[in-house]
């Protein structure tokens, strides 16, 4: 036990511990199934939040295409799962059947060479990873080596997602166009739209965050995470140290990629779809604005900024349809402009020194009470022996004088 908690504390997890009680068993016990699964899909974008809290935060490195590698990850699930669901039982009255249906719509009548290998699950478990990972490798091999970053980074990285946005919506009979890939019922024979597979689904989800967070949170304790930011502060100093920048700016690029794939791979088992609309400039903005609403220099802080922003247009968009937009605009301008930090910047500024503040005023008042006197020391009482009890020298009579 002690061992844990000498664990918890060095690597600074307690906040941790609070997100998981949280998330696996306050919101379980009281959501119903449909705002639960919300949750789930909210916790989805929390991947690509801490991604960008190791690459922006720690890195220095503002990236506004993170929806590319959210996208690509998903469309790998995607087409394991839409596979599955063209089997020829299940597409009998296509012109074609065995190919997905917006294959046969677009009068292709053989599927893709590239389509084969994610008739495999495990290929397409590992491609969820591999695929962003590879393409962050080929985007961050030929941009840092050549020292481009800060700004033009960030355009470069929106003209890749518009890039890839064209390019799906444009082969529609390879990726389903606009429209996606929907009609994603099964993983395996496992129906994915059943209550408990939803509840299964939610606490995989779950799972794999926290580790998520505790293996970012390793490297933020590691000597890369200290480098990471010397170089985000003093890049000159650590590159003459003798260190590549290139390599290290590399690797934590595809460390977000990989988190970004993995939470689009969630995204598609518990929506049950994927389509370009969330590989686009739009919702790769809206993914920095989750980890700057938590906080840049927290991964916790980033689960709940990716929670309440998206909880936050989930309800004004029900309650006010033609305003949420701009609702949500005011949002993350007010909490940017009074909280440069986030809400982990409100907690470690404002919070937690009241707290502490408050603690010591406690102690200090109990040791200055004064203290209610003791009463004074008593004389040992000491008993009368009776007349009788009374023993009289030898030759003395006992009368009475």
């Not at 590698?69 to 995607?78: I, K, R, S, V």
């Amino acid at each position: 036990m002690n061992t844990l908690k000498a664990w918890i504390t060095r690597y600074q997890l307690a906040s941790l511990v609070l997100l998981t009680v949280l998330l696996a068993v306050v919101l379980p016990l009281s959501l119903d199934i449909f705002r639960l699964n919300l949750v789930g899909k909210y916790l989805t974008y929390a991947f690509v939040a801490i991604g960008l809290v190791m690459l922006w935060g720690y890195g220095g490195v503002l990236s506004l295409g993170q929806g590319v590698f959210f996208g690509l990850g998903g469309y790998a699930m995607a087409m394991f799962l839409k596979l599955e669901a063209s089997d020829p039982e299940s597409t009998k009255i296509q012109s074609t059947p065995g190919i997905p249906d917006f294959m046969d719509w677009n009068q292709i009548t053989e599927l893709p060479s590239f389509w084969l290998p994610f008739k495999s699950f495990p290929f397409a478990l590992a491609a969820v990873i591999v695929v962003p990972t590879l393409l962050a490798w080929l985007i961050g091999f030929a941009m840092f080596k050549r020292r481009v970053g800060g700004v033009y980074f960030a355009i470069i990285t929106q003209a890749v997602a518009l890039i890839l946005t064209v390019l799906i919506i444009g082969q529609q009979g390879y990726t389903g166009g606009v429209n996606g890939m929907t009609d994603l019922k099964t993983l395996m024979g496992w129906d994915t739209r059943t209550d408990s597979a939803k509840y299964i689904l939610y606490f995989v989800c779950v799972g794999l965050l926290v580790l998520a967070i505790v293996a970012c949170r390793w490297v933020q304790t590691s000597k890369l995470g200290t480098l990471l930011l010397a170089m985000r502060d003093k890049e000159d100093r650590v590159r003459f140290s003798g260190y590549d920048v290139a390599d290290f700016r590399i690797f934590v690029y595809c460390l977000a990629a990989a988190l970004s794939g993995i939470g689009g791979a969630l995204f598609t088992l518990q929506v049950g779809f994927m389509s370009p609309s969330f590989v686009g400039i739009v919702p790769s903005i809206e993914m920095v604005i989750y980890a700057a609403v938590g906080g840049r220099m927290s991964l916790v802080g980033a689960v709940y900024g990716a929670l309440l922003v998206n909880a936050g247009k989930t309800f004004f968009s029900e309650s006010f349809p033609d305003l949420w937009l701009f609702l949500m605009a005011a949002l993350f301008i007010g909490v940017t402009m009074a909280f440069p930090m986030g809400l982990a910047g409100l907690w470690e500024s404002r919070i937690l020194p009241w707290w502490k503040g408050r603690r010591t005023a406690l102690r200090e008042a109990a040791a200055s009470r004064p203290q209610p006197p003791s009463p004074p020391p008593q004389a040992p009482h000491k008993p009368v022996a009776s007349t009788a009890e009374v023993t009289l020298p030898e030759g003395t009579s006992g009368q009475s004088v």
